[in-house]
């Protein structure tokens, strides 16, 4: 009899259990879609590199990456996490990656993996910097602390230049060669997804997007003129 009640007591507390995982497992989804950049107008102008010694601009494809983004962050989205790092390298007299996303409190490390030596600076509001002049294989560093977008240059390579885009949160994406991103992790909810690129002249723009509480993913494109 006590045997019996023993094994009662021990199913009951596994079926407890369970039901607590259950509880506690966090529904979340995937947000993914493409943006289709077409830049009209005439070509950008482009230095004469042959007279100026310079090497060329990286493709327009590079400069058609865009970053997706949540305009408003989910609850929890601002928990502390560990200090991020990222890189934007000096190569070939050029930025890269030419479109950074990172999140506030990232330290960005501007190695020099050229043959010549750089400056790299900004004067955006969102970040103020000068990093001075510093040769072939040196590198320095900077910490991003508050959201925005920053514009960032080179002081002695005038067609040098690139963009870091600082988020208060870690719901953002940037697109691949072919215009394809992904969100990740989203719990369920009702957002305003947007996105960044540089050719955007205004409001950017923006979609409606809603997660339902059995999560699953959503597709969600951009189109861009």
């Given at each position: 009899?006590r045997?019996?009640?023993?094994?009662?007591?021990?199913?009951?507390?596994?079926?407890?259990?369970?039901?607590?995982?259950?509880r506690?497992?966090?529904?979340?989804?995937?947000?993914?879609?493409?943006v289709?950049?077409?830049?009209?107008?005439p070509?950008?102008?482009?230095?004469?590199?042959?007279?100026?010694g310079?090497?060329?601009?990286p493709?327009?494809g590079?400069?058609?990456?865009?970053?997706?983004?949540?305009?408003?962050?989910?609850r929890?989205?601002f928990?502390?996490?560990?200090?991020?790092?990222?890189?934007?390298l000096?190569?070939?007299?050029?930025?890269?990656?030419?479109v950074?996303p990172?999140?506030?409190?990232?330290?960005?490390?501007?190695p020099?993996?050229d043959?010549?030596y750089?400056?790299?600076f900004?004067?955006?509001?969102?970040?103020?910097?000068?990093?001075?002049?510093?040769?072939?294989?040196?590198?320095?560093?900077?910490?991003?602390?508050?959201?925005?977008?920053v514009?960032?240059?080179?002081?002695?390579?005038?067609?040098?230049?690139?963009?870091i885009?600082?988020?208060?949160?870690?719901?953002f994406?940037?697109?691949?060669?072919?215009?394809?991103?992904?969100?990740?992790?989203?719990?369920?909810?009702?957002?305003?997804?947007?996105?960044?690129?540089?050719?955007?002249?205004?409001d950017?723009?923006?979609?409606?997007?809603?997660i339902?509480?059995?999560?699953?993913?959503?597709?969600?494109d951009?189109?861009?003129?």
């Open positions: 009899m045997r019996a009640y023993a094994s009662i007591v021990v199913l009951l507390l596994l079926i407890a259990s369970a039901a607590d995982a259950q506690g497992r966090q529904v979340t989804a995937t947000i993914r879609g493409r289709d950049v077409r830049v009209g107008g070509p950008e102008p482009r230095p004469d590199v042959a007279a100026l310079m090497h060329p601009l493709d327009r590079d400069r058609r990456r865009s970053v997706v983004y949540l305009e408003t962050a989910p929890g989205a928990d502390p996490n560990e200090e991020p790092r990222a890189r934007m000096q190569r070939n007299e050029n930025f890269v990656p030419h950074l990172i999140v506030v409190g990232t330290v960005v490390d501007f020099n993996d043959s010549t750089h400056n790299v900004s004067l955006s509001k969102a970040k103020t910097f000068n990093l001075g002049r510093y040769a072939a294989g040196r590198s320095k560093a900077v910490i991003f602390d508050q959201p925005g977008i514009r960032v240059f080179c002081d002695i390579h005038s067609h040098m230049n690139a963009f885009i600082v988020f208060a949160h870690r719901y994406a940037l697109t691949d060669e072919d215009g394809r991103y992904r969100l990740t992790s989203v719990p369920p909810g009702s957002y305003t997804l947007t996105m960044w690129n540089e050719t955007i002249k205004g950017a723009p923006r979609r409606a997007v809603t339902g509480a059995e999560g699953g993913d959503v597709d969600a951009f189109t861009v003129r």
